[in-house]
């Protein structure tokens, strides 16, 4: 190797693109690759959000129906059977709470939290959460564990 053949390592330069509007000589000059007149030619032009050059937008063509709720209330569900897996893989022992469930990843921190009750549930466990379904409520105090309501 000698000062003929250096090169910079594979991937460490990147392309820099091309400089436009530096005068004539570059090929790219004049109009700088804008073309001539029109809002796209101008300094500060922004294309709306779903604009198609004057053709009616998507958004406005589909047909709108029903209803959307303003003040629904989501809950994420958490089954019995989830809840049994996690005990078998010893993630929780003897109470499962909502700080619990965000930390398994089983709900986000802002939302609310629902047991439901598909699967069984052998394990003796108190579950705190703020909403139960009739069966998964049943079902915990069965198995001789505590549902609590947050």
């Known amino acids: 190797m000698d000062l003929s053949n250096l090169k910079p390592a594979e991937g460490s330069v990147k392309r820099q693109g091309k400089r436009v509007g530096r005068g004539q000589g570059s090929g790219k000059g004049g109009t700088a690759t804008r073309g001539h007149k029109g809002a796209k030619s101008r300094s500060g032009y922004s294309k709306k959000l779903g604009f198609e050059g004057g053709q009616m937008p998507l958004q406005r063509r589909v047909p709108k129906f029903g209803f959307t709720n303003i003040n629904r209330i ?47 549930l052998k394990a003796k466990l108190t579950v705190k959460a703020h909403k139960f379904t009739a069966s998964a409520k049943a079902a915990i105090e069965a198995a001789g ?6």
């Open 74 to 120: 989501d809950y994420q569900g958490v089954n019995l059977d989830t809840l049994q897996e996690l005990v078998e893989t010893k993630k929780i022992k003897d109470t499962v709470d909502f700080e619990t469930l965000v930390e398994l990843r089983l709900a986000r921190k802002n939302e609310l939290v629902k047991i439901l009750g598909r699967g069984e």
């Open 145 to 150: 564990g505590e549902a609590v309501i947050l």
